[in-house]
C-alpha cells in the first residue's frame, strides 16, 4: 500500500506571495492532519480534516488555511507569506476507527521563503 | 494543557550500547502515548505506542512502558546501532475525539562505529 504523498517535495516563495501544498492520505484513511516543523518551535499542529470539514485547529495565524476534498486528500494554503513561514510541513492520515490514533506521516514539503 | 517533555539532546552512544530516552507528559484525562523517529531528511515514523496506563509498545528492539503514577514513557533499547542514529521524538494524544498530536522538541542520537 502506498505511502502519505506530499507535492511539492521542496518550495522557494518571496514574502508576501501565497503557496499551496498538497496531500494524498494512505489509501482509506479518512483523517488527514497538518504539522509545521522548525528548528525553533518544533512540531506544532495546524489543523485536521476528515469527511472535508476541519474538526481541529492549532494556534495558527487565519493566513493558514486548509481543506479536504471528496477523496480524502488534502490542501494547505498559506497567504501573504512570511519569513517565519519557512519550515517543513508534514501532513498525516489516518484511519478512522479502533486505531485512529496512529498517523502515518508523509516526507513533508521543505518551504523557504525569501 | 498537554505538553511533553523530553531529555535535551544531542546523545552520543558507541555502537552496542545501552539507550534511555526520558519523556514526561502533561495531559487531562488519559491520553496515548507515542514515539516517533525520523531520519535524515525524511518525515516522521511511527516507533511504537501505548494506549493505556501500564501497556508496553515494542518494536525493532526498542520499548517504553506507559507509566501514570509517574507521567512518564521512557524510549529503552538494549544495543543500539549505527542505523538507529535519527531524531526521536515522544508524544501524545488526548481528549475524546482529538487528532491532534503534541510533541516533544525531539532527541537527536548519534551512533558510533
Known amino acids: 500500500k502506498a505511502g502519505v504523498t506530499q507535492t511539492p517535495r521542496y518550495l522557494i516563495k518571496t514574502r508576501g506571495q501565497q503557496v499551496t501544498l498538497s496531500c494524498s492520505p494512505i489509501?482509506?484513511?479518512?483523517?488527514v492532519s497538518w504539522y509545521q516543523q522548525t528548528p525553533g518551535q518544533g512540531l506544532q499542529f495546524l489543523f485536521e480534516?476528515?469527511?472535508?470539514?476541519?474538526?481541529n485547529k492549532g494556534n495558527f495565524p487565519g493566513r493558514f488555511s486548509g481543506r479536504q476534498f471528496s477523496n480524502s486528500r488534502s490542501e494547505m494554503n498559506v497567504s501573504t507569506l512570511e519569513l517565519g513561514d519557512s519550515a517543513l510541513y508534514l501532513c498525516?492520515?489516518?484511519?478512522?476507527?479502533?486505531?485512529?490514533?496512529?498517523?502515518?506521516f508523509g516526507p513533508g514539503t521543505r518551504l523557504t521563503v525569501t | 494543557g498537554n505538553s511533553v517533555t523530553q531529555m535535551e539532546g544531542p546523545v552520543t552512544l558507541s555502537e552496542e550500547a545501552f539507550l534511555t530516552i526520558n519523556c514526561t507528559y502533561t495531559?487531562?484525562?488519559?491520553?496515548?502515548l507515542f514515539w516517533y523517529v525520523q531520519y535524515p531528511g525524511e518525515g516522521l515514523q511511527l516507533l511504537l505506542k501505548?494506549?493505556?496506563?501500564?501497556d508496553k509498545g515494542s518494536n525493532k528492539g526498542f520499548e517504553a512502558t506507559y507509566r501514570k503514577e509517574t507521567t512518564s514513557f521512557h524510549l529503552e533499547k538494549g544495543s543500539v546501532q549505527v542505523s538507529d542514529s535519527a531524531v526521536y521524538f515522544c508524544?501524545?494524544?488526548?481528549?475524546?475525539?482529538?487528532?491532534?498530536?503534541?510533541f516533544g522538541k525531539g532527541t537527536k542520537l548519534s551512533v558510533i562505529p
Open positions: 498525516a492520515s489516518s484511519l478512522v476507527g479502533p486505531k485512529t490514533y496512529e498517523q502515518y
Open positions: 489509501s482509506g484513511h479518512r483523517s
Open positions: 480534516y476528515f469527511s472535508e470539514t476541519q474538526r
Open positions: 495531559a487531562t484525562g488519559y491520553p496515548s
Open positions: 501505548a494506549t493505556k496506563a501500564d
Open positions: 508524544a501524545l494524544i488526548s481528549g475524546a475525539g482529538s487528532y491532534q498530536l503534541t
